[in-house]
């Protein structure tokens, strides 16, 4: 099994709306906390979101009052809604599992990573 799929990536015009989605298995269903991250073109990798398990969110301040990051213990899914998108959002998201319930933002904070879905905003 893979730990972590993403899906829902894709191609939308600026403004739009977009839903990833992140399926763990595994260990991860165990993860103490769950974060999206995102790496543009000959750019580091940057965090987005995470949730924890009792679902304190946090965001990165471009996220902050665009995205949104929920997590469904039932079904071992995390789901990034992404609204208002910007061309500057177009990015390979990643999906990342952490047994850590600080310094979210960090990626080595993170032991499992999905494979990555492409996320194309044109203006």
């Known amino acids: 099994q893979v730990p972590l799929v993403e899906s829902g990536g894709g191609s939308v015009q600026a403004g739009g709306s977009l839903r990833l989605s992140c399926a763990a298995s595994?260990?991860?269903?165990?993860?103490?906390?769950m974060g999206w991250f995102r790496q543009a073109p000959g750019e580091e990798r940057q965090f987005v979101a995470a949730?924890?398990?009792?679902?304190?969110?946090y965001y990165s301040a471009d996220a902050q009052g665009r995205f949104t990051i929920s997590r469904d213990n039932a079904k071992n899914t995390v789901s990034l809604q992404m609204n208002s998108l910007k061309p500057e959002d177009t990015a390979v998201y990643y999906c990342?599992?952490?047994?850590?319930?600080?310094?979210?933002?960090?990626?080595?904070?993170?032991?499992?990573w999905g494979q990555g879905t492409q996320v194309t905003v044109s203006s």
């Open positions: 595994g260990r991860t269903y165990f993860a103490t906390a």
């Open positions: 949730i924890l398990s009792g679902g304190m969110t």
């Open positions: 990342a599992a952490s047994w850590l319930a600080s310094n979210l933002a960090g990626m080595k904070s993170y032991d499992y």
